[in-house]
């Protein structure tokens, strides 16, 4: 830059730097050797200081140079340019017979030279360059290389220093060792917009080959049709040890290893990562016919690897490392052994985002995706995978960790078990958010199978089993191994087992260990064997969850259980059909049963429509029944609402309401060696036996018979046209209810089963004036009762819980003595409608002296209203399936509104709050004013009914 002017204004100019100017040689003939020729203008060229061009004359236009005395040594700064002074590409050939390498590029110093060939053909040569120096080749063909020799053993261009190609093609070179056309050591290689087309190695890579400590950029570039050939001839495209590999939009087809990775190897450490490229119908003899990895790193991102072929992992195999695929398809690769599509072993790592493995086939496990390491997909599709033996879609083996989340598992078949999934050993698991469905498989586990799996704890979270099939178990889950499962805001839906069969399990078969489901719906599930929606030999645990509309062709239609204990909690199960036992649930657990504020309605068999109950010999094992309804249930030989056989049923706090059998026990069938049940506190009513000899309309007794204490049985019939009452009825004389029995209402005097009116505080002969089945507030269905019911106040205290069957707030000592049966009559109780409603009633004002008119006695003849299942506000339950037809003279039921809302403090004021029944002592606590407002109503219901829409019960003044 200028210098500071001196005092005198006098201006010193700085000189430049010398410049040395570019000096062009011209190649004039095409002679191996002397004036004119190439090689004499690249030895006038290393001769001259600082970088030269050399250029061609235009009569050499498609001349070819054969080399004859050795190869052409670089030792300086030059760019050869296959063109005329115009820029004009020639067509040179440069020939070297395989006698000779073409270009040898070292200045035996340290620092780089940079060397630039262009616009050439390079052919025939043995080996056609050896570069130390930095090299860059543009618009250059090399072909037809072939080496032999220890001297020149690795690929066309044997580079140590920085190597750049663009818009070149590298056709049919051969190497007797590594990289038929490239071999990169140290060194960066830059490929752009190139292509290398049939080239072969007897090692690794069949184009190119990237020793350790190599890094390699490569975009716009297809590879076709390279092998890699021999013992080891891995990767036939591109093969790498302890390298890196960048690859952007490129093409890998036809390119075939005779070990391993058709498209690319990379092994010990190595980095590969391929954005927006097509990986397509390669073949490796062994492993990985797109990419294989060995302790590597594949990161694969917006790309397609499909219709590749292999033995173990068709599409992509990864051995010890980490696979990473991202917003990619792959597809229509195929597997002679395992892993089709994917196939991660010893400790991979297998992470999948936004992925769609389709139409991928192995001859052995897992059609798409085969892993011993862990899984982790998200957003992802698998479908239409096809196995030869398990898990079509995806077979992992523990122990590492499997995470299934936003996924859709479809249309895959397996030979064997396991169409969608299967997880096999010990691992943890979590699938959330995922659908599986219309997945096949000839064994078991249509939609996942699990198996092998002691002691792990996992969950599925939301998600979806649609539509699969298994031939032996599962159709939609298969679990056998000892495990604990919670499934939680999940459907199974339309899962069937059999054909041939038997199958057990339609939706889910579970076999040890324990599974929990909350929250969710099994539905329209079918078996040939046992359990159409559920089969179970675990421990069973279900809440806040409806099994609906499943079919078995033989026991448990909802339910088959045979495990040690069995809970079910603020569930439907309702419109399922077994063509045996159960119809909505058969329990033959060994330890303990127990349900609780459970609808179990409209469902069928030939035993036990809603529930059959045995335990196979082992005694009186406990069945608990609590603050639940049983109602609408048929059955075509006994037990219309319960039958069971073994083990000891206890019923409080519930409802059984017009269930019909065609023999005995309309709602209760009682037989052989079943223990002594006790009743309590519960409503057993509008039951119905309809065959000519039938018996028991409400209850038969054929076994231990049972124990009342403040229960309503009243208003069965035995209807062969007559509907003729029928309460209770024993098999022989031995066979009655327990004559302790105490604080009961038996409607029919002439079938009391051995009660007597007044004895022990029962009442045997009154109507207790029944209201029709309906949503009086709670999660069951309950048969109200008016004020001047006989049964009201007439119960045992000693049996009351703090509430009745309705659970908060409705409580059981609203006066002195609670009521008899599952309903407890309060003033103010808002009874759900089964009419459309009136104008609405005037309400008095707190301690008003007004009070409304008394209400209409209702009848026993009253009809029962369909029953429905609970509701909650956190979950939508499915609407119930229509109930089967009651006969003629029974109480004709009414459908509820099934979208009716469950109130949680309609009904009555708290005890607190409550006024003193008829008769209350001076001891009672006082009555509070009224309320102000009646609590809300649900919507009522479309059919005729003789009650009105609201009734309101004041206490007397």
């Not at 895959?412 to 096949?440: H, K, Q, R």
């Amino acid at each position: 830059m200028p210098a500071k002017a001196t005092p005198d204004h006098r201006t010193l100019v700085e000189s430049l730097e010398p410049r040395v100017l570019l000096s062009t040689l011209t190649v004039t003939t095409s002679n191996d050797s002397g004036t004119g020729s190439l090689r004499q203008a690249i030895t006038d060229a290393n001769n001259a200081p600082g970088a030269d061009i050399i250029e061609f004359d235009p009569s050499l236009e498609g001349s070819t140079i054969a080399l004859t005395s050795g190869q052409l040594a670089i030792t300086d700064a030059l760019e050869i340019r296959g063109t005329d002074s115009e820029g004009t590409p020639l067509g040179i050939t440069i020939s070297a017979d395989y006698d000779f390498r073409h270009f040898d590029i070292d200045d035996a110093e340290e620092a780089d030279i940079e060397v630039t060939i262009s616009d050439l053909t390079i052919t025939e040569g043995r080996s056609a360059i050896l570069n130390n120096e930095n090299l860059t080749l543009e618009r250059v063909i090399i072909s037809s290389n072939s080496n032999g020799g220890s001297s020149f053993s690795n690929g066309a261009i044997v580079s140590s220093g920085p190597l750049a190609i663009r818009d070149s093609e590298f056709i049919s070179n051969n190497s007797d060792g590594y990289g038929g056309a490239i071999v990169s050591s140290d060194g960066m290689l830059i490929i752009e917009d190139s292509t290398f087309t049939n080239n072969s190695s007897a090692d690794q890579g069949g184009a190119i080959y990237l020793y350790p400590g190599s890094d390699a950029t490569i975009s716009g570039t297809t590879f076709e049709a390279n092998t890699a050939n021999g013992s080891v001839g891995d990767g036939g495209a591109i093969g790498l040890v302890s390298s890196t590999l960048v690859v952007n939009d490129s093409i890998f087809s036809q390119n075939t290893a005779d070990s391993h990775g058709g498209a690319i190897s990379a092994k010990t450490g190595s980095t590969v990562t391929i954005a927006d490229s097509t990986i397509e119908n390669n073949t490796a003899t062994n492993d990985g016919g797109a990419l294989y990895t060995d302790d590597g790193t594949i990161t694969i991102e917006g790309s397609t690897v499909s219709g590749n072929n292999a033995t173990n992992g068709g599409g992509v195999y990864n051995f010890a490392g980490t696979l990473s695929v991202t917003d990619s398809t792959v597809a229509g690769n195929v597997a002679s052994a395992s892993g089709g599509g994917l196939y991660a072993d010893f400790d991979a790592d297998l992470i999948l985002l936004r992925v769609t493995v389709s139409g991928n086939a192995s001859g052995g496990a897992a059609g798409g995706i085969y892993t011993s390491g862990g899984l982790t997909m998200t957003e992802s599709t698998v479908t239409n995978n096809a196995a030869d033996s398990s898990g079509a879609g995806i077979r992992a083996i523990g122990p590492n960790p499997v995470s299934i989340v936003s996924s859709t598992i479809s249309d895959n078949t397996s030979d064997s078990y396991g169409g969608g999934l299967v997880l096999y050993g010990t691992m943890s698991i979590e699938i959330a958010g995922s659908t599986f469905d219309n997945n096949t498989a000839d064994d078991f586990g249509g939609g996942v199978s699990i198996r092998n799996n002691d002691g792990a704890e996992f969950s599925i979270t939301g998600s979806t089993f649609n539509g699969n099939f298994a031939v032996t178990s599962g159709g939609g889950l298969d679990v056998t191994s000892n495990v604990v499962l919670t499934i939680t805001d999940s459907f199974f839906t339309d899962n069937f087992v059999g054909d041939p069969g038997p199958g057990i399990g339609g939706g889910i078969q579970f076999t040890q260990g324990t599974l929990t489901i909350t929250n969710s719906t099994i539905s329209g599930n079918e078996s040939w064997g046992d359990g159409g929606g559920i089969y179970s030999t675990g421990n069973l645990n279900i809440s806040d969850s409806d099994i609906t509309d499943n079919f078995s062709y033989e026991s448990g239609g909802g339910v088959m259980f045979s495990g040690a204990t069995l809970s079910i909690a603020d569930s439907t199960i309702s419109g399922n059909t077994a063509q045996s036992g159960g119809g909505g649930l058969n329990a033959r657990g060994n330890l303990e049963h127990q349900i609780d504020r459970t609808t179990i309605a409209s469902n069928t068999a030939a035993y036990g429509g809603g529930i059959r109950l045995g335990t196979d010999g082992l005694g009186n094992v406990p069945f608990r029944l609590n603050y639940s309804t049983v109602s609408g249930n048929t059955a075509g030989a006994r037990g219309g609402g319960i039958y069971y056989d073994y083990g000891a049923l206890s019923m409080s706090n519930s409802t059984i309401s017009s269930n019909t059998a065609a023999d005995t026990g309309g709602g209760i069938s009682q037989h052989h060696a079943a223990g002594q049940g006790t009743f309590a506190n519960s409503t057993i009513a509008f039951n119905t036996v309809t065959n000519k000899d039938g018996q028991g309309g409400g209850i038969f007794i054929g076994g231990n018979g049972f124990t009342l204490t403040s229960t309503i049985v009243a208003s069965n019939t035995h209807d062969f046209g007559d509907s003729t009452p029928d309460d209770i009825t024993t098999e022989f004389e031995n066979y009655t209810v327990d004559p302790d029995s105490s604080f009961n209402l038996i409607g029919d005097a002439n079938a009391g089963g051995g009660l007597t009116d007044g004895e022990n505080n029962n009442i045997v002969g009154a109507d207790p004036l029944l209201e029709p089945l309906a949503d009086n507030g709670g999660p069951t269905l309950t048969h109200a009762i008016p004020q001047n019911s006989p049964a009201v106040d007439a119960g045992a205290a000693f049996s009351a819980d703090e509430t009745d069957q309705r659970g908060s707030p409705f409580d059981r000592f609203v006066g002195d003595d609670p009521d008899i049966g599952a309903f407890e009559w309060a003033p103010f109780f808002l009874q759900a409608s089964t009419a459309a409603p009136p104008a609405p009633p005037r309400w008095p004002t707190a301690r008003s002296s007004q009070s409304p008119a008394t209400p209409a006695a209702s009848s026993s003849s009253s009809p029962a209203a369909a029953p429905s299942g609970p509701r909650s506000a956190s979950r939508t339950t499915p609407t119930p399936p229509t109930p089967p037809a009651t006969p003629s003279s029974g109480p004709t039921p009414t459908t509820a509104s099934p979208t009716s809302p469950r109130r949680a403090t309609a009904g009555s004021c708290s005890s607190a709050a409550r006024a003193t029944a008829p008769g209350a002592t001076a001891t009672s606590p006082p009555r509070p004013p009224a309320p102000t407002t009646p609590p809300s109503a649900p919507s009522p219901t479309s059919s005729p009914a003789p009650t009105p829409a609201r009734r309101w019960s004041p206490s007397p003044a």
